[in-house]
């Protein structure tokens, strides 16, 4: 798949630019809700840098996720994540697309709070199963079972994640339409 975009509107490309200002625009959600692949064709339709907070906290660490999972469990992932995405807030405006677990921890919560816009991918169960049962590179589903655990993950975390500043449906459509979506919640934000 090709991060080329269909055009998107001129104009609400430039309100939703007037909307962010000089703000970080920081996808949340869970697994598979696509918010690496939106946020790359999000930066790229705005303009702006793209940074995956997952691969910034594996560029840092030279480990993978699962391998720093097992070497020092999630507590110590946890705060790792959290320093990393508050130095890559430090710079905007820019799209940060963040781990699943990083808008539950407290303390990241508020670095996005206070340097970003948070925009949450809300999928349901099924949809995000389709997307993440093809790999085995999620720490967390490696459970005797995943779409349970999966469900368990989104009843303990869409309430965090509905303090998100912005809420986009993830679902099977063409990830252009996704980020058509994203830009107009982003340009219909009320003025601060």
Known sequence: MSDVMEPVSEALIERAKAALGRRNLVFIGLM????????RMTAAALGIPFIDSDHEIERVSRMTISELFAAYGEEEFRALETRVIKRL???GPRVVSTGGGAYINERTR?????QGLSIWLNAELDVLW??????????????????QTLENLMHARYPIYAEA??????????KEVMVEEVLAALAAMPKK
């Open 165 to 174: 500043d912005l809420t986009v449906i993830s679902r099977d459509v063409k």
């Open 32 to 39: 598979g809700a696509g918010k690496s692949a939106v946020g």
């Open 110 to 114: 508020r670095h996005i709070k206070k």
């Open 89 to 91: 807030l430090n710079t």
């Open 130 to 147: 389709e997307r993440v049962n093809k790999r085995d590179t999620r720490p967390l589903l490696k459970t005797e079972n995943p779409k």
